[in-house]
């Protein structure tokens, strides 16, 4: 195709030709760098969506709270609260507790507050009787004299040896029985949710009969008087 064309012909196809390619070459290069930004749109997508999904509610919700008697009360707010990992540090250190409503010495169910600027949460606390050891008593058949006083000491009545903790939540009940008077009565006893019946009896001590001395006859005296005289 180029022999018949002259030299000055040949130069400008040739340079036309050099254009030609530089030109589509450039478009490539273009095209790729279009690409790019697509990539990077889909980097940032995915930092948003994780950025959201570590977003913290901060919504306090207080737990329903409850322990033993006679145990001490918490005093770090982190306990109290349900979610206390989707709340930002910096909310949690303005969280103030206030638990004075709940007494630990007596059984019960109580209102502790949370208090974050303005607003108040209210939660339940409930103090529980601690578990009494599961113990069953064998009660005592007793026998007093008529007039005794009634013991005020359960172990008398019960015949298992018991530990103070029992001693402490049995309670007897002796109002049926009646010491000054003769007869049977029955008594209870109340442990850990059962009921117990023991029976006392009330006796009249016997009477002792005093020796009796002979009586003496005027005759066996003479006759002593006699034997004396003669003598």
């Known amino acids: 195709m180029l022999k018949n064309t002259t030299y000055k012909q040949r130069t400008i196809i040739i340079a036309t030709l050099t254009i ?29 969506q994780k950025r959201v999904a570590n977003m913290k509610s901060n919504e306090i919700l207080l737990k329903s709270m409850e322990q033993e008697i006679n145990q001490p009360l918490s005093m770090n707010i982190k306990d109290y609260l349900e979610n206390v990992d989707d709340i930002d540090n910096t909310i949690l250190n303005e969280l103030k507790l206030d638990t004075s409503m709940v007494n630990v010495n007596q059984a019960g169910i109580y209102t502790y507050t949370v208090t974050y600027q303005k607003k108040t949460f209210n939660g339940t ?72 019946t023991g029976t006392i009896t009330i006796y009249e001590p016997q009477k002792t009969q005093e020796p009796t001395t002979p009586e003496e006859n005027p005759d066996d005296n003479k006759n002593q008087e006699e034997n004396n005289t003669q003598s």
């Open 20 to 48: 030609w390619a530089i030109i589509f070459i450039g478009s490539g290069i273009s095209m790729q760098m279009m690409d790019k930004p697509k990539t990077k749109t889909k980097t940032e997508l995915k930092i948003t």
């Open 125 to 196: 606390f409930e103090i529980k009787e601690k578990p009494l050891p599961d113990m069953v008593l064998t009660l005592k058949n007793l026998s007093l004299e008529l007039g005794s006083a009634l013991s005020t000491d359960i172990q008398t009545y019960i015949t298992e040896t018991l530990m103070d903790e029992v001693k402490n939540n049995v309670k007897l009940d002796l109002t049926n029985v009646n010491t000054a008077q003769a007869g049977n009565y029955q008594y209870t006893v109340t442990y850990n949710g059962r009921l117990y």
